[in-house]
């Protein structure tokens, strides 16, 4: 059950869904009877697990599984979109073409 935001070094108690963010997360795989069982009522093969992050955690932390660790909490990447360099040297250059227009004018 989520009790508090999955981030090891924060304790801010799970209170709402509207708050911070919901992760569903496969974990270690089934084995022996669970696996069996799992197949005849056709459920995943792996342990699905629910994790939180608070708001403050989810803004610059995610969640990732890793085999022998758990689940462990990771780094955002980088949100702001990457424009390729060619559309950023044709936005230089048209910005410098109309500086020069300006200033002959």
């Given at each position: ?21 919901l992760?569903?997360?496969e974990?270690?795989p ?16 792996h342990?699905?697990?629910?994790y ?21 909490t ?22 410098n073409?109309s ?7």
């Open positions: 059950m989520l009790h508090k935001c999955a981030n090891p070094v924060c304790l801010v108690p799970f209170r709402k869904l509207r708050q911070g963010k992760f569903l997360v974990t270690e089934l084995e022996g009877s669970e696996l069996r069982r799992a197949h005849w009522r056709g459920q995943p093969s342990r699905i697990e629910y939180w992050l608070c708001d403050q955690c989810a803004f610059a932390l995610t969640l990732s599984y890793e085999r022998g660790r758990g689940v462990v990771l780094p955002r990447p980088e949100v702001s979109p990457k424009k390729p360099a060619a559309a950023s040297r044709a936005r230089e250059v048209a910005h073409a500086s020069r227009t300006d200033q002959s004018a």
